[in-house]
């Protein structure tokens, strides 16, 4: 049974570029959720999507944006990168009612 | 606003004794808590969960938890170390269980260095 999963695993851009992450769903999962972790930091919440839809979303810019299809991968879009966005970017999966399944994250890198 | 507070940056502890990561919480209404392990250059993997019922839970590799509402708190416990326990540890608090809105708050995190 695949795990959730995502690439690339690296990225490296540089500043005003456009990024785009992508993550498959654990099974089973139809809602997943994107997070970015700064170097030394928790996880922060930035948006989760349920049957193809924005759910939820937290503190961050219109600069992220994302999208879910009708299989439940999700990718997380970044416009205009700044330095301030390199963090490793981690999606997450679950079905209601249960816990929340991580990727191994993509690691970018804005120049 | 949810929160939970991990008081301590790093706990150091010998391998084969007791270890405990201590996380505080703030929510309104019914916490739901979870503790997750990051290794190196990895994503988070869950380590167990409360929801209701039992003030001990029992999670993966040996790891358990104290509910304690009076004192808000969600402590990580394991009787005997191992090297291998060595990551960094979250604490994170989820506004509902099921059904809209469920995003994860997660605490500092704290990093845990056992030695022989």
């Known amino acids: 049974d695949a795990g959730v999963t995502q690439s690339p695993t690296h990225l490296i851009k540089t500043r005003g570029q456009q990024v785009t992450l992508r993550c498959s769903p654990k099974s089973g999962h139809d809602t997943v959720s994107w997070y970015q972790q700064a170097l030394g930091q928790g996880p922060q919440f930035i948006f989760q999507y349920y049957e193809e839809e924005e759910r939820q979303r937290g503190n961050f810019p219109d600069r992220f944006s994302g999208h879910q299809f009708p299989n439940y991968s999700s990718e997380l879009n970044v416009n205009a990168l700044l330095l301030g966005d390199s963090a490793l970017y981690l999606c997450?999966?679950?079905?209601?009612?249960?816990?929340?399944?991580f990727g191994p994250g993509t690691r970018l890198t804005v120049l | 606003a949810q929160s939970v507070a991990q008081p301590e940056d790093q706990v150091n502890v010998a391998e084969g004794n007791p270890l405990t990561v201590k996380c505080t919480y703030s929510v309104s209404g019914n916490p739901y808590l979870f503790w997750y392990v990051q290794y190196p250059n990895r994503g988070l993997q869950f380590l167990l969960k409360y929801i209701t019922g039992d003030n001990l839970v029992k999670g993966s590799y040996g790891f358990e938890a104290e509910f304690n509402k009076s004192q808000t708190s969600f402590h990580l416990k394991k009787p005997s170390a191992l090297v291998s326990d060595s990551a960094l540890y979250f604490c994170?608090?989820?506004?509902?269980?099921?059904?809209?809105?469920?995003?994860?708050?997660f605490g500092t995190g704290t990093r845990l260095q056992v030695t022989l």
């Open positions: 997450a999966s679950d079905r209601e009612g249960s816990e929340q399944f």
């Open positions: 994170a608090v989820r506004d509902k269980f099921s059904g809209t809105a469920s995003k994860l708050t």
